[in-house]
Nanobody
Framework: QVQLVESGGGLVQAGGSLRLSCAASGRILRINDMGWYRQAPGKQRELVAV???????NYADSVKGRFTISRDNAKNTVFLQMNSLKPEDTGVYYC???????????????WGQGTQVTVSS
């Protein structure tokens, strides 16, 4: 199994910044894509940003130019720098990783427990 532990959420005023971190642990052979998703109240979970093991990134249109995803492969950690936050960015942010563990031959999807981000107007 892989454990994903997120940190860095909180309450911030509109226009402010937050930095989320997510560390993966377990008997990991390899991590492919890592990403961040969010879920606002009453809405479905949506992709925010994803980064490949090689560093290629993809963002939701709503966060392009404001959010930056990065990762430290040596530490199995992914980050999300969020700037110019808006009230509509409010939600629970979940870390996701596609990882292969030592007892499996194929990669599986793993999720963190989520961290709350609240942006006040």
């Amino acid at each position: 199994q892989v454990q994903l532990v997120e940190s860095g959420g909180g309450l911030v005023q509109a226009g402010g910044s937050l930095r989320l971190s997510c560390a993966a642990s377990g008997r990991i052979l390899r991590i492919n894509d890592m990403g961040w998703y969010r879920q606002a109240p009453g809405k479905q979970r949506e992709l925010v940003a994803v980064i490949t093991s090689g560093g290629s990134t993809n963002y939701a249109d709503s966060v392009k130019g404001r959010f930056t995803i990065s990762r430290d492969n040596a530490k199995n950690t992914v980050f999300l720098q969020m700037n110019s936050l808006k009230p509509e960015d409010t939600g629970v942010y979940y870390c996701n990783a596609e990882a292969t563990i030592v007892t499996m031959k194929v990669p599986l999807q793993y999720w963190g427990q989520g961290t709350q981000v609240t942006v006040s107007s």
